[in-house]
């Protein structure tokens, strides 16, 4: 990765907020969806909460988020605590994904614990 | 196809992006879903080794991957940010410090192999085809046993004195040489790139995102070109072609893998190097104010645009000599509006384009939808982060010129 020496680091934003969990599954971020899938995509709007839902394939694990009965609209993946998160599921912690932006090429969610 | 090249972190505030990324994960996301038998060549620090594993597996990527000490982190406070800060500081890329300048290269042996220079070890490629991103900041990608080899770098990382659309062909034919290359395509800052294929010199069209999220579409074009280049053997510029529309798709969704080219959307096509002057309206009282239109006018000057701006009004306090807005907006293709508007000089200024008709591009970043609605028809094009304001300005600019 290229490019000229750069300045002292910063801490973003986005890490900052990441320091206020109460506990390791009290998970809060904004990302982009992976993988999305436009027949699904273009159908979900800004406002709508997705299932956030685990996946095994094989030895294969992997989160997306589902619109309901029409499916998969992407992946929750490539990201710092991807793993963690995984490992909250599997321990009964839910998640949903609440849709900020979306088009039929990418959506935009904050992924946030459900109420139990 | 291998990748070689670095897993880091990345983040950027505005918009907001919090990765495990680097290019090498991003290029082999990126073809992932078209390239079966993708393989990354990868460092990552412990701690981020199973989002690592987790993530390519769940693309059916295969991967080989070293285990480096310190977490490498890159920070952009927009995607604009040149350069981008790197923790930790060791990791800095300047030639004089190297985290480890003896070891051995990794060596890297495959059909068709795209390599990025990668912060903590160079590499050496071994390939029948291989694709090389090169930069004049990083000589830590070393040519092996290879057939044919195409070299990639962006505008800004060209060697010294070789200067696009001045100098070009020679000091292009002088890099290949050097590297037995038989091509090289330049990246412009704009979009689009220049291909040297032998004797020929061609421009690769730019194709126009809809945002601009320009953090690693360099690495999506640079992969997308492997795809079609070296394992699909399009010819240089159908594959550069297709490189150019899936970088400004990428920029456009943030979003991987790409997807097939008979489902990439029609994108409009622009001229990167059009002469362009951009009249950019924003108050400029405070050092808030001021920062932001800084950036904007550093920014639009990166993409080759002259810029006038309030400073060319005197507005910032600063006497200059006599103009008035209708003269500094002589000439403009396009007006960028920050915070805005919120003033009266970017209201009249505002205005005063519409009268003429020149596209105006409107930065506003609040989500609510009664800041939207002021714009609501005026024809005004709405961009909702900083990055995306400036290249959709560049961007109307050019377009305008061409009607």
């Given at each position: 990765m290229a490019g000229p020496k750069p300045s002292k680091p910063m801490q973003s934003a986005a890490r900052r907020r990441q320091a206020l969990g109460d506990d390791n599954c009290d998970l809060r971020f904004r990302t982009d969806l992976m993988g999305v899938r436009a027949a699904v995509a273009e159908s979900i709007r800004p406002g709508e909460s997705l299932d956030v839902v685990l996946v095994r394939d094989g030895s294969m694990r992997s989160v997306v988020c589902q619109a309901g009965t029409r499916g998969t609209v992407g992946a929750l993946s490539a990201f710092q605590g991807l793993a963690q998160l995984i490992a909250c599921i599997e321990d009964g912690a839910q998640y949903s994904a609440?849709?900020?932006?979306?088009?039929?090429?990418?959506?935009?969610?904050?992924?946030?614990r459900s109420k139990q | 196809m291998i990748i070689v090249g670095g897993t880091y972190l990345e983040e950027c505030d505005w918009p907001e992006w919090n990765r495990l990324m680097g290019p090498g994960l991003r290029?082999?996301?990126?073809?992932?879903?078209?390239?079966k038998d993708t393989e990354l060549y990868t460092y990552c620090h412990a701690n981020n080794r199973a989002d690592l594993d987790l993530t390519t597996s769940s693309f059916g990527i295969t991967t080989t991957v070293r285990s480096w000490?310190?977490?490498?982190?890159?920070?952009?406070?927009?995607?604009?940010?040149?350069?981008?800060?790197?923790?930790p500081e060791a990791s800095q890329t300047d030639s004089e410090n190297q985290p480890n300048p003896e070891a051995s290269p990794w060596e890297v042996t495959g059909a068709v192999v795209l390599a990025f220079g990668m912060l903590e070890i160079g590499v050496k490629v071994n390939a029948e085809r291989a694709i090389i991103e090169w930069s004049r900041y990083d000589r830590r990608v070393i040519r092996g046993k290879i057939n044919t080899l195409a070299l990639i770098a962006a505008e800004t990382e060209l060697p010294e004195g070789f200067v696009l659309d001045v100098n070009d062909p020679d000091a292009a034919a002088e890099l290949m040489t050097a590297w037995n290359a038989e091509l090289m395509l330049v990246r412009r800052q704009a979009g689009g790139a220049v291909l040297f294929f032998g004797e020929e010199r061609t421009e690769v069209p730019a194709h126009a995102a809809s945002e601009w999220f320009k953090i690693g579409a360099g690495n999506v074009f640079a992969a997308m070109f492997a795809y079609y280049w070296g394992e699909q053997r399009c010819s240089p510029l159908?594959?550069?072609?297709?490189?150019?529309?899936?970088?400004?798709?990428?920029?456009?969704?943030r979003t991987l893998p790409i997807i097939h080219r008979d489902l990439l959307p029609p994108a409009e096509v622009f001229n990167p190097t059009a002469t362009c002057k951009i009249f950019v309206a924003s108050p400029c009282y405070s050092m808030a104010q001021q920062w932001l239109l800084n950036e904007a006018i550093a920014s639009l000057e990166r993409l080759g645009v002259e810029v006038v701006s309030p400073y060319d009004l005197g507005l910032d306090g600063v006497r200059v000599e006599s103009k008035d807005i209708g003269e500094v907006l002589e000439g403009c293709k396009a007006v960028l509006v920050l915070a805005e508007g919120a003033d009266v000089p970017s209201v009249l200024a505002v205005g005063l384009a519409h009268v003429r008709n020149l596209p105006i591009v409107v930065l506003s970043e609040e989500a609510k939808e009664h800041r939207l609605q002021l714009w609501s028809g005026t024809d005004c094009e709405v961009a909702r982060d900083f990055a995306s304001a400036v290249y959709r300005a560049m961007v109307a600019g050019r377009r305008n010129l061409q009607k």
């Open positions: 609440l849709v900020e932006k979306s088009s039929a090429r990418s959506c935009t969610v904050f992924v946030a | 290029a082999a996301l990126a073809v992932s879903e078209l390239s000490d310190d977490v490498i982190r890159f920070f952009y406070k927009h995607p604009l940010s040149s350069p981008p800060q790197i923790e159908q594959a550069a072609d297709l490189a150019s529309r899936s970088s400004a798709l990428y920029a456009s969704t």
